[in-house]
């Protein structure tokens, strides 16, 4: 459970803006309140990493720029469309950035690094980034033929159950694999003890 907290509050911190926003929009139906309280989570989380001189992960940078950048646009056009479709631009620029490869090892805790496999977790990551991708076209379809509260009841449901689906399933299927290779190095390292341990054989 430790290790599932570890990396659920570390994914999650990252998003929490873009979370914020369409939880608020699905909530208030206030888009314009929803950007405000986004940019300001945002902005808050890059100063906060600042000060207490945190290295920023390039998923936390590329998310406050966007939600700065769009959510002033935003703001100042007042245009219902573009705020709608702002997700799927902010949906598309994270999973380019989740293609990155290993960028999921900064969520695995120190102590379980060593038996996790970084191809699985690699893997995990295009996993991601595809999921972002979906989730950006099925957001623009929305906002382009459903209005506004078909595309409410969307972000409601679709963004954040998807991501904790996802989630679940991955950490599931991440702690079989380690759970398998720790006993598997166990297994190894028992049999180098034992054959150390067994006497040498007298030469006939």
Known sequence: MRHFLFALRGLFADLAPSFLFMALVAVTHQPLLATGVAIAVGVGQVALAL?????????????????VAMGSATLISHDARFMMLKPTIIDFAIGAVMLQPGWMLRYVSPDAMPH?????????????AWLMF?????NAGFAWFGGFAAWSAYTAIFPLGSKLALFAIQYATVNVLTRRRYAAQAQVQGEAQAQVRAPARAPA
């Open 51 to 67: 000060l207490q001189r945190r290295k920023v992960s390039s998923m936390q940078w590329m998310g406050f720029g966007l939600v």
């Open 116 to 128: 996790v496999s970084r191809q699985t977790m690699t893997a995990w990551g295009y996993v991601w």
């Open 134 to 138: 979906l989730t950006g076209v099925l």
